[in-house]
């Protein structure tokens, strides 16, 4: 069964196509776009880049944090280049998330600006980086610190390419999953992860059409990300970014406690759902708090103080100049964890793709 979803941006707009075999609309995509010679980036082996109707250049990508930098989207744009790619024609993505934002901003940079197709081939790629038009690459100094908004004209979520994905990686994207329960989609836990992934991505759709540029009511898409993203630049990325958020989500709510913005229970929920998962919920045993204060010092939203989204009696918002010693105080309760166990410990996620 195919869905679709669509994410309305004016004349941005474009659909998401969720289920098996949805690659196979790509060349429709592009005889719609006009495009006579297409770019397809990808991550993945040659028999899973569908056909393009076009002529095509295929160059090759790696996922991953290590390629996820200027320095990447600057071979691209000069591969662009050599091929003769003009900004009447199109880029496609096919990869996961890393892969999905890098080829997106190159898209965006290049001629100022060329349509680009995602097909993204993870849980996490597939529920958060291809949709909404966010792009971004890191700097030493922090994840996501440069990028553009670049719409898509199209995403294919194809759920025959989770069927190759091990546990870990379906994990990955359980953690954005998860913490749809706090931000418009509770009660995900159990259903099809089909099912889960249209959820998923429709709640984000509307986030995203009602709020296209992150000035309000996106902010909420980055529940657990503050903490989330410190943790995997702690850590070196050996923390992956689903279980940075699955964790986050986790100290979202014993901070949002904290601050006397929710009961004790709902606090529990946080770390109930998250476990439902079989996500992780601890931090690092060596993680130093005064090095994880100041990485979220450095979040993107953090434009007065110390900024989080948090749970409250309205529901989650964007809250500023949170005082240090509650985001201390909040961290000092997290339970602790060895690295390993909390990458490999979690239970497995056996999930049927349907």
Same mark, same amino acid.
């Given at each position: 069964?195919?869905?679709?979803?669509?994410?309305?941006?004016?004349?941005?707009?474009?659909?998401?196509?969720?289920?098996?075999?949805?690659?196979? *609309?790509?060349? #429709?995509?592009?005889?719609?776009?006009?495009?006579?010679?297409?770019?397809?980036?990808?991550?993945?082996?040659?028999?899973?880049?569908?056909?393009?109707?076009?002529?095509?250049?295929?160059?090759?990508?790696?996922?991953?944090?290590?390629?996820?930098?200027?320095?990447?989207?600057?071979?691209?744009?000069?591969?662009?280049?050599?091929?003769?790619?003009?900004?009447?024609? *199109?880029?496609?993505?096919? @990869?996961?998330?890393?892969?999905?934002?890098?080829?997106?901003?190159?898209?965006?940079?290049?001629?100022?600006?060329?349509?680009?197709?995602? !097909?993204?081939?993870?849980?996490?790629?597939?529920?958060?980086?291809?949709?909404?038009?966010?792009?971004?690459?890191?700097?030493?100094?922090?994840?996501?610190?440069?990028?553009?908004?670049?719409?898509?004209?199209?995403?294919?979520?194809?759920?025959?390419?989770?069927?190759?994905?091990?546990?870990?990686?379906?994990?990955?994207?359980?953690?954005?999953?998860?913490?749809?329960?706090?931000?418009?989609?509770?009660?995900?836990?159990?259903?099809?992860?089909?099912?889960?992934? *249209?959820?998923?991505?429709?709640?984000?759709? #509307?986030?995203?059409?009602?709020?296209?540029?992150?000035?309000?009511?996106?902010? !909420?898409?980055?529940?657990?990300?503050?903490?989330?993203?410190?943790?995997?630049?702690?850590?070196?990325?050996?923390?992956?970014?689903?279980?940075?958020?699955?964790? @986050?989500?986790?100290?979202?709510?014993?901070?949002?406690?904290?601050?006397?913005?929710?009961?004790?229970?709902?606090?529990?929920?946080?770390?109930?759902?998250?476990?439902?998962?079989?996500?992780?919920?601890?931090?690092?045993?060596?993680?130093?708090?005064?090095?994880?204060?100041?990485?979220?010092?450095?979040?993107?939203?953090?434009?007065? #103080?110390?900024?989080?989204?948090?749970?409250?009696?309205? @529901?989650?918002?964007?809250?500023?100049?949170?005082?240090?010693?509650?985001?201390?105080?909040?961290?000092?309760?997290?339970?602790?964890?060895?690295?390993?166990?909390?990458?490999?410990?979690?239970?497995?996620?056996?999930?049927?793709?349907?």
């Amino acid at each position: 069964m195919t869905r679709q979803v669509p994410v309305r941006c004016g004349d941005r707009s474009y659909d998401v196509l969720i289920g098996p075999g949805v690659r196979s *609309a790509l060349p #429709g995509i592009i005889d719609a776009i006009g495009a006579r010679r297409v770019a397809v980036v990808s991550a993945r082996p040659v028999e899973w880049v569908p056909d393009t109707g076009a002529e095509t250049l295929l160059l090759p990508a790696r996922d991953g944090e290590p390629d996820k930098n200027l320095a990447t989207v600057e071979a691209l744009c000069a591969a662009f280049v050599r091929s003769g790619l003009t900004r009447s024609d *199109a880029v496609v993505s096919v @990869g996961g998330g890393t892969t999905t934002d890098v080829v997106g901003l190159a898209a965006a940079l290049y001629h100022r600006g060329v349509p680009v197709v995602h !097909l993204p081939t993870t849980l996490l790629a597939q529920v958060d980086a291809s949709v909404g038009g966010k792009t971004a690459v890191n700097l030493p100094e922090g994840k996501n610190l440069v990028g553009a908004y670049w719409q898509p004209a199209a995403v294919l979520c194809d759920t025959d390419y989770l069927t190759t994905l091990p546990p870990r990686e379906l994990r990955n994207g359980l953690g954005e999953i998860a913490r749809c329960h706090f931000i418009g989609a509770p009660g995900l836990q159990g259903l099809p992860l089909s099912e889960q992934i *249209a959820a998923s991505v429709t709640l984000k759709a #509307g986030i995203v059409s009602a709020d296209e540029r992150d000035t309000g009511l996106r902010h !909420l898409l980055n529940y657990g990300h503050t903490l989330g993203h410190a943790l995997e630049a702690a850590t070196g990325f050996a923390l992956r970014h689903g279980e940075g958020v699955a964790i @986050g989500t986790v100290f979202a709510g014993l901070l949002a406690g904290t601050l006397g913005r929710i009961p004790p229970e709902r606090v529990s929920e946080h770390r109930a759902v998250v476990a439902s998962y079989g996500l992780p919920t601890a931090l690092p045993d060596d993680a130093d708090p005064g090095t994880l204060l100041a990485l979220m010092r450095r979040d993107k939203k953090a434009r007065s #103080g110390l900024t989080f989204v948090l749970d409250g009696p309205a @529901g989650a918002e964007l809250v500023a100049d949170v005082p240090e010693r509650a985001v201390a105080h909040a961290l000092a309760r997290m339970e602790r964890a060895p690295l390993d166990r909390l990458v490999t410990g979690a239970a497995g996620t056996e999930a049927a793709v349907t």
